[in-house]
């Protein structure tokens, strides 16, 4: 069996760390490099949940999408809720290792494992990765749909194919126009409308549109918005990295047991459909 410290150079290949922004926080948070792995979990979240699920299956390393700390600390005490990560983790003997904007960019990355799970072709990325002679990382990715559908259609694609949430689907714009091409981005997307109109595509996939950017993005144009849950277009991520770290396990003889949490830890609970006060 591997060492920890073997396993998170495996990862780190995957996802260099130094392909991180610059304010991001990813890497290893707590784990002893000696220490033995025998069993994975990957998710998108490290609260509470995700890292009792971790000790229910007795994993000895936890893989997030999302950083712990984004912002740094002066504590890991067990009155805060992280803290109480922190404690567990290593009461537990449970590594944790953050991938995130390196993980975005990366090929094959976050927004690959989106266009994958709603079978759609990848053509290159949305704002390529200057460094990449091969043109393929970068953030977002622009893609090809093998049929031509509706933007309702496209929409009702999206709520089939990706995990169920409260939230659900929002579209805005026209839901019979037709859809052929459509730029996608794991996570919150709205800063991207410049490189999305300049690419030319029929809809935008992504999470946590607010009001004055997408309003403004209908004005400027017909393009189709299709918003997801954060944590929705972020999951099959894990699936793609979970596979991953299976086909490096298996070359290297490893025998790890590698899972993916299906805890949802979207944080919207419920969703009601507005009769609305009259206008």
């Not at 984004?70 to 805060?80: D, K, P, Q, S």
């Not at 043109?135 to 995990?163: N, Q, S, V, W």
């Not at 052929?180 to 996939?205: E, K, P, Q, W």
Request: charged share 25%; proline share 6%.
């Amino acid at each position: 069996m591997p060492r920890l410290s073997e396993v998170i150079t495996a990862l780190e290949a995957l996802w260099p760390p130094e392909r991180a922004e610059e304010w991001d926080a990813v890497g290893t948070v707590c784990g002893e490099p000696d220490a033995a792995v025998t069993r994975v979990l990957f998710a998108v979240d490290p609260v509470q949940d995700v890292v009792d699920e971790a000790v229910r299956l007795g994993a000895d390393l936890l893989v997030t999408h999302h950083p712990l700390y984004l912002r740094g600390t002066t504590t890991v005490a067990a009155g805060h809720f992280k803290g109480r990560v922190v404690h567990t983790l290593i009461k537990n003997d449970i590594a944790l290792h953050v991938a995130h904007t390196n993980a975005d960019t990366a090929d094959p990355g976050v927004s690959d494992a989106l266009a994958g799970a709603l079978d759609l072709r990848v053509v290159g990325p949305l704002v390529p990765d200057a460094t990449d002679p091969n043109g393929r990382r970068g953030l977002g990715r622009i893609c090809e749909l093998d049929h031509p559908e509706t933007l309702r259609d496209f929409a009702a694609r999206a709520a089939k194919r990706l995990p169920a949430t409260a939230q659900g689907i929002r579209i805005a714009g026209d839901p019979g126009a037709l859809v052929r091409t459509v730029a996608v981005s794991g996570g919150s997307g709205d800063s991207l409308f410049d490189r999305v109109r300049a690419a030319g595509v029929d809809a935008f996939l992504t999470a946590d549109l607010r009001h004055h950017p997408a309003s403004e993005a209908t004005q400027h144009s017909p393009l189709g918005l299709v918003d997801a849950a954060h944590w929705a277009t972020e999951w099959p991520w894990c699936e793609q990295a979970a596979a991953q770290l299976d086909e490096i396990s298996d070359r290297n003889g490893w025998d790890l047991r590698v899972h993916v949490s299906k805890t949802v830890t979207d944080p919207w609970s419920s969703h009601h459909d507005s009769s609305g006060a009259p206008n």
